[in-house]
């Protein structure tokens, strides 16, 4: 290899062992260092060229990594951007689910709703409530009761239930003698008093409807014996039934007994009398805001309002 030649060839390190130590078997070391001498500015210049080759070509990969260094601080800052649109999405998507799984239950709850409301609708249809057990077309009923069987046991006693409509309340009289320990005079007692029903859950409550319960006189109407007992939200009898129980409301001295039995022919047949209870449905407490378009033709306004009354309770 010329020597002169030599930067252009790459000679391993064992190699160039190879070679210094071949130098030093060829010449003896006077001559090595006269050759150590003379190469010596040769060897300097070779690696001066060698390092300043080296300089360059690591000045031009530096020039080429800077943008790629550069690129790669861009594309991290994107991807902690990007990072944390996801992470916004991920909690919204939660927050979706969340909701959506509220929204699900809110919605099969009302499917239930509705459900449990086609049954009971179905079973209003169903129900047959025939004879003396409605109100007749002008809301009232008549209940009979023997008089004497009343005043001899002395024990109250409850008459029939009546509903007001087929999905209506169910309402009934309790009669009992009263003793006014002052006087000694004997009443007939006469409870009003509203009963369990089927249909409590989609009724209005408090029970809102003025009642009238008059004695029939049998000969002549205007000599009925009348009481009324007029809608009041503070009257506990009127409230919605807790554990299937009620307060009645009683009139302790409807009338005295000594006026039922001295007018046998008047107010009483073969032992018995008649009691008439009236529902006005019509009266103003009843309906706050009455439709009178809806006056002329509804008897019974809690038929008309089952819908809303069972979502309201």
Known sequence: VIYDEIYQHYLSHQ?????????KKLFPKASQRQAKSVLQPF??????????????RIDLIAQDIEPIIQNCANLTSERQKHE???????????????????????????????????KLLDGINLKSITGPWLLSSDNTYTYKFNLHSLINNGQTVQSEPVHTSQ?????????????????QKRYLSISFI?????????LSWPFRFPITI??????????????????????????????????????????????????TNTYVQD?????????DFMEPSANPTPNK????????PIQTNILQNMLTN
Not at 15 to 23: G, K, S
Not at 194 to 202: M, S, T
Not at 239 to 262: A, E, G, H, R, Y
Request: charged share 20%; net charge negative.
């Open 214 to 263: 008059s004695i029939l006189n049998l000969k002549e109407t205007k000599k009925n014996i009348n009481h009324s007992i007029p809608w009041n939200f503070q009257t506990v009898a009127f409230n919605k039934l807790i554990n299937n129980t009620n307060v009645p409301f009683q009139i302790s001295q409807f009338c005295l007994v000594d006026t039922l039995l001295d007018n």
């Open 84 to 118: 944390t649109k996801i992470a916004e999405i991920r909690a919204q998507s939660v927050k979706i689910k969340e909701s959506s799984d509220k929204n699900a239950k809110i919605t099969e709850n009302c499917y239930q709703q509705f459900v449990d409301m086609d």
């Open 167 to 183: 999905s209506g309340y169910k309402l009934a009289l309790i009669y009992g003698v009263f003793l006014d320990e002052k006087s």
């Open 194 to 202: 509203i009963l369990p029903g089927e249909f409590d859950a989609i």
């Open 43 to 56: 060897i300097d210049e070779q690696y001066t060229h060698m390092l300043t080759a080296s300089i360059e």
């Open 271 to 279: 032992g018995l009398i008649f009691v008439k209870i009236h529902i």
């Open 15 to 23: 190699h160039q062992q190879c070679l210094i130590w071949f130098i």
């Open 293 to 300: 378009e809806g006056l002329r033709t509804i008897q019974d």
